[in-house]
Structures are given as structure tokens and as C-alpha cells.
Nanobody, 124 residues
């Protein structure tokens, strides 16, 4: 089992950047593919980005491609989401998730463990 804690959210303006972090504890972090999802008020949870166990493979939602970068530091048990050129449509609660089966999936159901989330609000 793995426990996940996100940090780094906040209130920013259009065009600003933020870096989210997700710290993991418990079983070996490097055994998990990791993903970031987001959920805006009144909307369903949507895939943002995913990264494989080694960090060699990544995937992104079309809406964030070219603006967001997912990375991980297995020595520090942490996955990051660098978010640039933020706009109000990026406002949501961002959650990280861990997948112990190597799917590097884009569906929430591909992930076994979830953090509580961190709020990102982008003002216009």
C-alpha cells in the first residue's frame, strides 16, 4: 500500500505557473506508475498526465499537452506536475494517484491509491 500527499496548489493569475508535488510513503514508490487527475466543481474527474515507474514514458491530456510536464524523483518518492501558462479552465482540485500494475493509464479506474488533492485556482 502507498499513501499520497499533494502540495503546491494555490491561487494564481492567468499565464502564471505552479508546480505540484505528490509525496509517497509506504511500499516502494518506484514500483508504481503515477498519474495526475483533476476535478472542477460540478464536473467529473479528468485525466491530466501519467508517468511510468522509471519515468521513461509519459502521457498527457490534449488540453494540457505542451503546457504541463509530469516528472518523478524515485530517490525522493515524489512525483511532480509542472504547470505553465495556466488559464481559468485549469481551475480544479488536482489529485495524484498510484497504479501498481504498470498500466500508465488515463482512466481513474486504472489507479489503486489516491491522495486527498490540492486546489488550484486560476483567476482571469
Amino acid at each position: 500500500q502507498v499513501q499520497l500527499v499533494e502540495s503546491g496548489g494555490g491561487l494564481v493569475q492567468t499565464g502564471d505557473s505552479l508546480r505540484l508535488s505528490c509525496a509517497a510513503s509506504g511500499r516502494s514508490f518506484s514500483s508504481y506508475d503515477m498519474g495526475w487527475f483533476r476535478q472542477a466543481p460540478g464536473k467529473e474527474r479528468n485525466f491530466v498526465a501519467a508517468i511510468s515507474m522509471s519515468g521513461g514514458r509519459t502521457s498527457y491530456a490534449d488540453s494540457v499537452k505542451g503546457r504541463f510536464t509530469i516528472s518523478r524523483d524515485n530517490a525522493k518518492n515524489t512525483v511532480f506536475l509542472q504547470m505553465n501558462s495556466l488559464n481559468p479552465e485549469d481551475t480544479a482540485v488536482y489529485s495524484c494517484a498510484a497504479d501498481g500494475f504498470g498500466r500508465t493509464g488515463v482512466r481513474a479506474s486504472d489507479y489503486d491509491y489516491w491522495g486527498q488533492g490540492t486546489q488550484v485556482t486560476v483567476s482571469s
